[in-house]
């Protein structure tokens, strides 16, 4: 399924780059000018990224490129047609709106510039009018599939209940995500940031000739009157929609790269103008200077034309590599892994796009673990997740057979309810029925905390098993249980170097090679409630487990770099903590007098701490505990000055 959703959205972003080829040639006549728009902006790293993903984006720029292309088609016509071609318009602006709703932007320009120029040279009548707007509402009847696919197909996931008008009515304003926002809450963006970040991607993206293309075809305008018109409704266009949508979108962009990444698969829509326009400026250029030196027109068309040509092979040989997904699996192997961990008829409670949306299509496309329930944390908080949702469950149980209304919902909906039941409530039947719970990540919504009182998420694999206190493991059972599934990360590749900055490919590995400590990180603290337990011999075996669970995940998160390197897959606080219980098995053996195991331990606690220092260093960050690490380091060297250099302390 994913393949085959990929290879349209391939198509559909081919599509895209051929109507903007098409369209820039329809304005200038120029091959040159079509070649550069389609060009730069197909092989543009978030053009070509994202129509290579299972996502909604070519789609929406295949209909934005059509919106644009009908204004050459308008503008063209004879004035006794123009109804007709606003007809064609309306009917792709209803069909669009069954796509993605920031599209409405190019129709509100679009399409008032059509109404005003038809009503000002009395091209259209009464009928023609209400022809244009039943042919927007014709356009609008995917739709229709929303009420079918609820009352009879029972869709596996869904977002609201679209049996009744008003539940679809919501569902098409978005009003539970939130209408024209990038987050449910009511804060506005921060308009001149998200503009200045704009600027900064657009550059990076398309480049200063672009840019300087399309400043030039704008400012030129003027004088070629038979592109004036349409070059002025492309700008408006783009004003428009940068304006309103940096005003609205709200997201968090506070050391968030992947929140970034968000909000820039939304610059793709103002991309498609600024190309074309750029594509213009090619035209501008030439006939201002051809203009000026009448007998280089020839020989400038072919400059240009390969100017063109080399601004894509360009674009290529930039984004191949961070475009290439033919060896990228880490989604479906990050969602076999979550699955993969749940014990047999087990549920697994996610939170976030990632894990819910890989771990639902695995479950529920490819039919893999069909024994478990993934159930969205986000979702169970609106009144219409059992109703719709529910049935497909066969094994989580909603408690007390009653609807849930969280802090998180209520501040959605401006309404004021008490909880019907939290957290706790669903912690507690499923451990009555005995069915397993788990979580993903380890956390849980906010507004509530009640449940801290009586369970614990404890990280016995990749995911969080929930475990009333009653029911706590030892550490000793713990550690069992650990070491048994030790290889559940194996099949993620975590070096988040290998994928864009902002995709969600390096959040899933940046992540990942965090997790791989956190059962070494959560017997540490078991362990460290009795403060003296490490000066302890009989201790020491249960130390030296814990210790191994730290460097296996070491071990598998360090590779050697070309330039012989060590490149560390997580972070700085990982190795704090590794030469914590490092520095713990040093001192216990010391204590003891055996100094040949202590100065084992002494190395590795000294390599650990100095590379959290140094690591914390080059990411200008400076710890509270130096001043502590500095004099256990200073001690360890004074008692084993060869401590580095000696192969006696290398450790087996």
């Given at each position: ?65 059509l919106?644009?292309?009908?204004v ?35 129709i ?32 609008l009847?995917?739709?229709i ?12 996931n ?6 009744t ?23 506005e ?154 014990p ?15 771990a ?5 496309c ?5 024994d ?5 944390q ?29 802090k ?121 409630e ?6 302890k011999?009989?201790h ?21 770099a ?19 219980i ?36 080059n ?34």
């Open positions: 399924a994913v393949v085959s959703t990929q290879s349209t959205g391939s198509i559909i972003g081919g599509l895209a780059a051929s109507v903007i080829y098409i369209t820039t040639y329809k304005i200038t006549n120029f091959i040159p000018s079509a070649m550069f728009a389609s060009a730069v902006f197909a092989f543009s790293h978030l053009i070509w990224f994202h129509s290579i993903g299972a996502e909604i984006f070519s789609l929406n720029n295949l209909f934005c490129a919106l644009l292309y009908w050459v088609r308008f503008q063209r016509a004879a004035v006794s047609n123009r109804a007709r071609v606003a007809m064609e318009a309306s009917f792709l602006a209803g069909l669009s709106m069954c796509n993605q709703h920031t599209r409405v932007l190019f509100v320009v679009i399409g008032g510039w059509m109404f005003v120029s038809l009503v000002r040279d009395k091209a259209i009548t009464t009928e023609q009018f209400v022809r244009t707007g039943a042919a927007f509402a014709l356009g009847l995917p739709y599939q929303l009420p079918i696919s609820a009352h009879f197909a029972g869709a596996a869904t977002w609201g209940d679209h049996r008008f008003s539940g679809i009515w919501k569902h098409f304003l978005r009003e539970e995500y939130g209408t024209f926002r990038l987050a449910a809450e009511e804060d963006g921060d308009i001149m940031g998200n503009l200045g970040m704009y600027t900064h991607d657009l550059i990076s993206e398309l480049g200063v000739i672009t840019l300087l293309l399309c400043a030039l075809c704008v400012a030129t305008a003027w004088y070629f009157h038979h592109i004036k018109t349409i070059v002025y409704v492309y700008m408006v266009n783009i004003v428009v929609y940068l304006l309103f949508f940096c005003n609205q979108a709200n997201i968090d962009l506070q050391g968030h790269e992947h929140n970034k990444g968000v909000l820039e698969r939304f610059w793709m829509q103002a991309n498609i103008p600024v190309s074309m326009l750029a594509g213009c400026g090619v035209w501008c250029l030439y006939s201002l200077i051809c203009e000026r030196w009448t007998g280089c027109s020839k020989t400038l068309y072919y400059i240009l034309g390969l100017g063109a040509l080399l601004v894509g092979v360009q674009q290529m040989k930039t984004n191949f590599t961070s475009c290439d997904l033919s060896n990228n699996y880490i989604m479906r192997d990050f969602g076999r892994n979550l699955l993969d961990a749940v047999q008829n087990g549920v697994l409670l996610v939170v976030g796009d990632i894990p819910s949306l890989t639902c299509y695995l479950r529920y490819e039919n893999y673990r069909p478990v329930d993934v159930v969205d986000e979702l169970i908080g609106f009144d219409w997740y059992k109703t719709m949702i529910g049935p497909r469950f066969n094994h989580y149980i909603f408690p007390y057979n009653r609807e849930i209304y969280f998180v919902v209520e501040r959605r909906r401006g309404e004021i309810e008490p909880f019907s039941y939290n957290f706790q409530d669903i912690f507690d039947v499923h451990r009555a029925a005995g069915v397993p719970l788990y979580v993903y990540p380890m956390n849980m919504k906010e507004g509530d905390k009640e449940w801290n009182e009586k369970y614990d998420l404890v990280p016995t694999s990749m995911i969080f098993e929930v475990r009333h206190k009653e029911d706590d493991y030892s550490i000793e059972e713990f550690l069992d249980i650990v070491e048994q599934k030790q290889n559940d990360n194996s099949r993620i590749n975590c070096d988040k170097s290998l994928y864009p900055v902002r995709s969600w490919e390096h959040m899933i590995a940046e992540n990942c090679g965090n997790v791989h400590f956190v059962p070494a990180e959560y017997a540490h603290i078991k362990f460290s009795d403060g003296t337990a490490y000066l011999p009989q020491r075996p249960l130390m030296i487990r814990i210790f191994n669970l730290y460097r296996r995940a070491h071990d598998a998160l360090s590779t050697k070309e330039d012989g390197t060590i490149k560390l897959m997580y972070k700085a606080a990982h190795n704090e903590n590794y030469g914590i490092s520095y713990l098995l040093y001192q216990n053996y010391f204590s003891a007098n055996e100094r040949l195991e202590a100065g084992k331990y002494a190395r590795i606690m000294t390599e650990q701490l100095e590379t959290y220092m140094r690591r914390n260093a990411d200008k960050i400076i710890g509270n505990d130096y001043k502590n690490i500095k004099s256990v380091l200073a001690e360890a060297k004074k008692q084993f000055p060869d401590l580095k250099i000696n192969r006696k302390y290398d450790l087996v």
